[in-house]
DNA sequence: ATGCACCCTGTAGCAACTAGAGGGTCAAGC
DNA sequence: GCTTGACCCTCTAGTTGCTACAGGGTGCAT
């Protein structure tokens, strides 16, 4: 099944900019081409694509997928990097989660003591403005 | 009270490239300068770089800044402008944590299915690869 | 043969900085 | 008065993960 980058997109939910830029980073390798120079794609290509939209559905960087990727080849390997990355990304996005819980209890806080009026006494502004 | 750019950077949290940065794009008006060319800021500097960065810290977006600085000048208009700014952007925070909320799920459910072994049977691979 | 959808390369743009090169200024100490 | 070191200046380019052109070529149907 010999598919275009077009195809390849559609079947991943990826457009063909994102996968020439995929290939220009090093992420995908440089595919065969057919006679009108069209990048030509395989059942290969597709799996790895895959995986690559999967990972970055679950937040990992572009330099995490290169290094799970790396993983993924050597079948024999302990599996405890993957784990550690895994875990380490998972760490990240908690961190994340507690920093955007205080931004938004203090937002909270400070939109509920604005109570209309002009920009004069906006306790928003107030609450931006010098101490 | 004059102060060169550091000072003015230590006194708000801010790097001297970030004020120039700020200065660049129009978030803060070029200051005077001294006999040497530095730049020299005064106490409105002070407090209009500490609003900004106040804001900052809040998630607002420089955008969004540059707008809350223009309603904070017009002192007798209505602040409903600026309530709206603010609920906005507590609802994109909300709507981010929630996003966050469901990929800490997702990665946590992939991390406790993997029992160690080999890459060849790791779970967190699997989970990526395809279906 | 001509339209249209698709493909190609290459470059520049987004946010919000950060880092560096290559130089000038200023105050203190000797 | 001269050096040393900390600071300042401008300008450019890099970061992340794409996205959006511009200016062309290809492939298929009518």
Not at 36 to 65: T, V
Not at 91 to 97: T, W
């Given at each position: 099944?010999?598919?275009?980058?077009?195809?390849?997109?559609?079947?991943?939910?990826?457009?063909?900019?994102?996968?020439?830029?995929?290939?220009?980073?090093?992420?995908?390798?440089?595919?065969?081409?057919?006679?009108?120079?069209?990048?030509?794609?395989?059942?290969?290509?597709?799996?790895?694509?895959?995986?690559?939209?999967?990972?970055?559905?679950?937040?990992?960087?572009?330099?995490?997928?290169?290094?799970?990727?790396?993983?993924?080849?050597?079948?024999?390997?302990?599996?405890?990097?993957?784990?550690?990355?895994?875990?380490?990304?998972?760490?990240?996005v908690e961190r994340k989660i507690a920093d955007l819980t205080a931004?938004?209890?203090?937002?909270?806080?400070?939109?509920?003591?604005?109570?209309?009026?002009?920009?004069?006494?906006?306790?928003?502004?107030?609450?931006?403005?010098?101490?």
């Amino acid at each position: 099944m010999v598919m275009t980058i077009g195809t390849l997109g559609k079947a991943t939910g990826t457009k063909a900019e994102t996968i020439r830029y995929y290939e220009k980073i090093g992420l995908l390798p440089p595919p065969s081409r057919s006679g009108g120079n069209y990048r030509s794609y395989g059942e290969a290509e597709l799996g790895r694509l895959s995986f690559i939209r999967r990972a970055r559905q679950l937040g990992f960087s572009l330099d995490q997928i290169r290094a799970l990727l790396e993983l993924s080849e050597d079948r024999g390997r302990d599996c405890a990097t993957v784990d550690a990355l895994a875990r380490g990304h998972l760490a990240e996005v908690e961190r994340k989660i507690a920093d955007l819980t205080a931004l938004q209890r203090e937002l909270a806080a400070m939109i509920a003591s604005c109570h209309g009026g002009t920009v004069g006494s906006c306790r928003i502004i107030e609450a931006l403005g010098p101490c």
